[in-house]
């Protein structure tokens, strides 16, 4: 069976820096793939080669068998590839909603001058995917008025809104509390199995890990070195002081 | 649920028919500014646009001279002589030289999409100089009277029909600015000024987004440009000159660019304070423009239009509802969690 | 080969004009980040103080060499007074506001200044060529040609050679590279970032006066000069990209020459020569020869 990423021989140095040598990775339809690694090892640099908005000095990526070298992100989510940031990525300007409905008219391909981007499918998607984030409240409100914790979901909802065959995640947890967490992954989860959704997330929480990843791939300074089930890499000593800083 | 409450189409219609019906009562100088500030204001529509996708044009008159010019040469070459077709030609011009120069242009933000328009407007405005055997120069070209949809009005007539003409073709070409800003394109040029690498992210075109503006923007201000060139009967070189952009961009500062209305708030104020500023002071003329701009960038950053908002301001709508960060699967556990939200100490107060 | 000769020395004096006028701009570009529209009216400015001087010392009926202090200090005058007003009163408050805005306020000055130098010095031409005749001509290849432009480049080369020693030899050049590379750093380290920009848009004002003041006594001046010398000054660091002096220094030596050569070759096209240049440059490279591409951090 074809991969639905296949990344081979991946490198990327910036100046001295390695940020990727020789990353050689697979993920299959229906996996859900945890990434980990301490500051700086290589992750979101990972991210950043399979959307497009980074080229590898050398190595290539295919999705689905398809060779994706000079695709801008912009064609790379057009082949069903959705990301999701690390740093919220939102249109401040704009109402929650009038987020979703972008993402939604962006889907569909028909941009269009004249009939409006409010429309009656969009909007009542939109609104019942806000639901599902617990955002609805604030769909008329202004992104800005969102709290930090909000902001993520919603970046995550916009990418997931897209109907990804692959959805990349750069640390989703990141900014939610503690209490929070689980919930929100649960949330998320669900959601994507529903979907059918291929996922690859870049993770600090150890425990989000173990508890929705079934494969985890661990980067250390642009290399990954270790890949397996949770539970046995976790445990390994060499693994936890790459990632944890101790064994 | 229905979409966002719209704007009421009363009032904007309402004014309109005022605005036809004030030659009966006004002099014929004033219907001649009104039908100046009319026409400029599709220009200024086009800066303001722009300017929603955080493009900042110095060189607009480029499209709004070209406009003009098409007029003129089509008079003069061609013996084109009904108005409707050439504001047509004029069009035509304005949009076949935005998606020219939209290839290179839309690439760039900033500065550099600010002085490249700047450069190319320039460059128009030294070919319509030099080349005087074709443009005429700085003497420039006459435009004369045109009949219209076949009819030939009599001089006094003339500048009431053109008055006319204007009136209803800017209100059309607002309308259908207004249907822009609705649309998907229209939000997503909005979203680029925000972020355009997400746009990126979600499979739009920043590229195509910002060239599909970038050339409504340009046949908007041919549109003004022929109709300026027919109401004065004259045109020059001076069309294209970096004063003209500038003139724009004064605008479309000055009414705002919070609504598509906005640019004919700001030009009508702006044409009429300047026939009596400029009688006053010819010299004080552009640091009294410098000024009121400074004033407007420090202390009134949304123009004449914002202060329509203030003015009809309502109560707030209340406080932010509570938020948590946990998504909810279902109406009952929401109902459950705002309970939650209302036990919780609220820390900060 | 007269020809050649001409178009050559014609280029040099335009180039070295050029660097002259774009220095400042891209300078104070590359540390503030913005891009000052009111750099030609500055230039407008010391030119037509440089000029009010040399023609007022001139009425006296004195040595003409001393006109070529005047000139310096007029640019200097006009530099150290407009650039921290500008700077301090002005543009300060705007750094955090969105880029259009900076332009906006730029723009706003630039339309002040365009009237300051109206109500100053009239509208009538004024030209103080005493500069220009009194060092002479010289015959080069068969080519009768004026001292004076090559004055110019000795002044564009000091600048230049100036900037360059400041900001690789210097204490000031070091604070300068900190302060670009990144700002908020620079300030944790203790460096004064509000005073650097203050120093570096003056100094950007200075040079804008300088190229000024030493073309006085070679065109007659009219109002309105500013705008035109902005926007080839803009067309000349687009080609070398902005913020680099290196790039202001080859975009005016290609810009110079080309233009020079379409002078005398195909004068109907001389004015298209800079901006086909300038096009044609973006289109294959959109950051200019020595631009770089700023890439968001996602």
């Known amino acids: ?247 | ?349 | 080969m007269r020809l050649l000769t001409v178009i050559a020395l014609d280029g040099l004096a335009y180039a070295s004009w050029l660097f002259l006028v774009s220095a400042g701009l891209t300078f104070t570009y590359g540390v503030l980040r913005v891009l000052n529209l009111a750099h030609g009216n500055l230039y407008a400015l010391g030119a037509y103080l440089g000029a009010f001087l040399v023609l007022r010392y001139a009425a006296t009926g004195s040595a003409v060499i001393l006109g070529y202090g005047l000139l310096l200090l007029a640019a200097l005058v006009v530099g150290i007074i407009a650039g921290p007003l500008i700077e301090r009163v002005f543009l300060r408050r705007v750094y955090s506001r969105e880029e259009e805005v900076q332009l906006l306020l730029t723009f706003s000055i630039s339309l002040i200044l365009e009237d300051v130098v109206k109500l100053t010095w009239g509208v009538t031409p004024m030209f103080a060529e005493m500069p220009y005749t009194y060092l002479g001509r010289v015959r080069l290849g068969g080519v009768n040609y004026a001292w004076y432009p090559f004055l110019l480049t000795g002044i564009a080369l000091a600048m230049g050679g100036l900037l360059w020693l400041t900001v690789t030899r210097t204490r000031l050049g070091k604070v300068l590279i900190s302060v670009i590379t990144d700002r908020e750093i620079s300030s944790t380290l203790g460096i004064n970032v509000p005073r650097v920009y203050t120093l570096a848009f003056t100094l950007g004002a200075v040079l804008a006066a300088i190229g000024g003041a030493f073309t006085a006594p070679m065109f007659s001046l009219v109002p309105g000069v500013g705008a035109d010398v902005l926007v080839i000054s803009f067309a000349v660091i687009a080609i070398g990209g902005l913020g680099s002096i290196g790039g202001a220094a080859l975009g005016s030596i290609v810009v110079g020459l080309a233009r020079s050569a379409a002078v005398y070759l195909a004068p109907e096209l001389d004015l298209f020569a800079i901006y086909f240049i300038m096009a044609l440059v973006l289109l294959f490279r959109p950051q200019g020869f020595f631009g770089e591409i700023e890439v968001r951090r996602i």
């Open chain 1, 1 to 247: 069976m074809t991969a639905l990423l296949e990344a081979a021989g991946l490198t990327k140095f910036f100046g001295a820096v390695r940020a990727a040598e020789e990353l050689s990775v697979r993920v299959d339809e229906g996996e859900m793939v945890g990434i980990v690694g301490s500051n700086g090892s290589g992750k979101t640099t990972f991210l950043n080669l399979a959307t497009g908005y980074l080229a590898p000095d050398r190595g290539r990526i295919l999705l689905a068998g398809r060779d994706t070298a000079g695709l801008s992100p912009r064609l790379i989510t057009r082949l069903g590839v959705a990301r999701s940031f690390q740093i919220p990525q939102l249109y401040l300007g704009l109402t929650v909603l009038e987020n979703m409905l972008l993402s939604l008219a962006a889907r569909s391909g028909r941009g269009g001058v004249w009939a409006p981007l409010y429309r009656a499918p969009w909007t009542d998607e939109g609104r019942q995917i806000l639901e599902r984030f617990g955002l609805e409240a604030y769909a008329s409100r202004s992104v800005g008025e969102l709290p930090e914790g909000g902001r993520k979901l919603l970046d995550i909802a916009l990418a997931i809104a897209l109907r990804p065959r692959l959805l990349l995640m750069d640390e989703p947890t990141a900014g939610v509390s503690t209490e929070d967490k689980f919930e929100v992954m649960d949330t998320l989860v669900g959601v994507l199995r529903q979907g059918r959704i291929t996922t690859i997330f870049v993770e600090h929480d150890m425990d989000v890990v173990h508890r929705y990843s079934r494969r985890v791939l661990v980067f250390d300074q642009g290399l990954v070195i270790a890949d397996g089930e949770p539970v046995t890499v976790l445990a390994d000593a060499d693994v936890r002081k790459a990632v944890l800083g101790h064994a």
């Open chain 2, 1 to 349: 649920m229905g979409p966002r409450p719209r704007p009421s189409p009363l009032l904007p219609l309402g004014a309109l028919v005022l605005f036809l019906l004030a030659p009966l009562v006004l002099s014929g100088w004033i219907v001649f500014l009104l039908t100046v500030a009319w026409a400029k204001a599709l220009a200024v529509l086009g800066v303001v646009l722009l300017l929603r996708g955080g493009l900042l044009t110095f060189g607009h008159a480029l499209y709004y001279a070209a406009g003009a010019y098409a007029a003129g040469m089509a008079v003069k070459y061609l013996h084109v002589r009904e108005g409707l077709a050439l504001l047509g030609l004029a069009l035509l011009a304005g949009v076949g030289t935005s998606a020219l120069l939209g290839l290179l242009v839309a690439r760039y933000r900033g500065v550099y999409f600010a002085l490249l328009n700047l450069a190319f407007s320039m460059v128009l405005y030294g070919v319509l100089l030099k080349f005087y055997a074709i443009t005429g120069g700085t003497d420039g070209l006459g435009l004369p009277a045109p009949p219209l949809a076949g009819l030939r009005p009599v001089a006094q007539s003339l500048r009431l029909a053109l008055y006319d003409l204007t009136l209803v073709l800017a209100a059309l070409l607002i309308y259908a600015a207004h249907r822009f800003s609705a649309s998907p394109v229209g939000y997503t040029l909005r979203a680029i000024r925000d972020n355009e690498v997400r746009v990126e992210y979600m499979g739009a075109s920043v590229w195509r987004t910002i060239y599909v503006s970038y050339v409504i923007a340009g046949g908007l201000a041919s549109v003004a440009g022929a109709l300026i060139g027919l109401s004065v009967g004259h045109i020059t070189p001076d069309l294209s000159f970096w004063s003209q952009s500038g003139e724009f961009v004064f605008v479309a500062i000055l009414g705002g660019t919070g609504s598509v209305l906005a640019p004919v708030v700001g030009s009508i104020v702006f044409e009429f304070v300047r026939n009596y500023a400029f009688e006053l002071s010819p010299y004080t003329w552009q640091m009294t423009l410098g000024i009121v701009l400074l004033v407007i960038i420090f202390f009134l950053p949304g123009g004449l239009w914002s202060l329509s908002a203030l003015a009809r301001r309502l109560p707030r709508r209340g406080a932010p509802p509570p938020f948590r960060t946990s998504p909810r699967d279902g109406a009952g556990a929401a109902g459950a969690r705002t309970a939650d939200q209302a036990r919780e100490p609220r820390g900060g107060r």
